[in-house]
């Protein structure tokens, strides 16, 4: 079965860059696309970055996906951080079984 | 705005049986597939179900198939999920997402409810 794993957490400062990798095992993550979701505390996940990285309107720039076929790996990069952008994140694709996998997620802490 | 309230959740002990709820509004819930997806307290998302927009087809992880049935009703706007057999590792928050297919063809969930509690205890 595919499996994407995740670093459990990532920490920097306001104004920086930050990348939340997302690595595939099990298959070529080459084969579809990947989605990333951001869950702040206490609330419900959102759509952050579709199809690699594909912005959803009212999505800031700040935030941009590139896949690295070469490490069967996503990533998930946030410039310019800001306070709000403290929570969690969540990779996510579509595997050949038709199955809806999530990567374990990632705590994004601003410090 | 597209709308998604989930309902139904709550205390069960293990073995009996709980269904939850989703209404949704403001979209043509007839023309979307529709999914479970539940986060255990303090873990991450795990994907449960998802019932094809006409509710042909429905699917499921391999940790809740044969325990657990999605279903929809389109002429209410409503998804149910309905949880046989439960254990204490179904204790989650179970989400209603909706999932549409993006530029390049490829299925993401757009739109979330805020999700409804089940816990599993005895």
């Known amino acids: 079965n595919f499996m994407l794993t995740q670093p459990h957490s990532v920490s920097e400062f306001p104004g920086k860059t930050v990348t939340i990798s997302c690595t595939g095992s099990?298959?070529?993550?080459?084969?579809?696309?990947v989605h990333w979701y951001q869950q702040r505390p206490g609330s419900a996940p959102t759509i952050l970055l579709y199809?690699?990285?594909?912005?959803p309107s009212g999505v800031p720039d700040r935030f941009s996906g590139f896949v690295d076929n070469s490490f069967n790996s996503a990533s998930l990069t946030i410039s310019g951080l800001q306070t709000e952008d403290e929570a969690d994140y969540y990779c996510q694709y579509f595997d050949t079984n038709n199955h809806w996998v999530f990567g374990g997620g990632t705590k994004l802490t601003v410090l | 705005q597209v709308h998604l309230v989930e309902s139904g959740g709550g205390v069960v002990q293990p073995g009996r049986s709980l269904t939850v709820s989703c209404a949704a509004s403001e979209f043509t819930f007839s023309s979307y597939a529709m999914h479970w997806v539940r986060q255990a307290p303090g873990k991450g998302l795990e994907w449960v179900a998802v019932?094809?927009?006409?509710?042909?087809?429905?699917d499921y992880a391999d940790a809740v198939k044969g325990r657990f049935t999605i279903s929809r009703d389109n002429s209410k706007n409503l998804l149910y999920l309905q949880m046989n057999g439960l254990r204490v590792e179904d204790t989650a928050i179970y989400y209603c997402?909706?999932?549409?297919?993006?530029?390049?063809?490829?299925?993401?969930?757009?739109?979330w409810g805020q999700g409804t509690l089940v816990t599993v205890s005895s």
């Open positions: 019932i094809w927009f006409d509710g042909s087809k429905r």
């Open positions: 997402a909706r999932s549409r297919r993006g530029r390049y063809g490829d299925y993401f969930f757009d739109h």
């Open positions: 199809e690699d990285n594909q912005r």
């Open positions: 099990g298959g070529s993550i080459a084969d579809r696309y």
